[in-house]
């Protein structure tokens, strides 16, 4: 997962600065007044997100297996030790009845 959020990451940075240099060279509009640092920002959000989509779409979803596989730990986990009190409940119960 760390792996996924690091490439993420690493494509929107590289789309901030090619949308830096085409806004400070002139070929992308630049922001009203003072917005032109958060016009950079969501621009360059808004074009890192559908590459991620397609360039990330193997490691996504390695990161997604990995995550279903440690639910499924978890959840079997949780299921023997729901069983091992169960048991621990009814041996208890049988022998208060048997007194």
Known sequence: MLRYT?????IFVGCLVVVWGLVYSGLAPRGLGDSNGIWI??????????????????ERDRASERIVQRVDR??????????QEDVADDSARAQGQTS
């Open 41 to 58: 920002v969501l621009l360059a959000l808004v074009l890192s997100a559908p590459i991620s989509f397609v360039v990330l779409r193997k």
């Open 74 to 83: 978890m959840k079997s986990s949780l299921e023997a030790s729901r069983s």
């Open 6 to 10: 690091l490439m993420r990451l690493g």
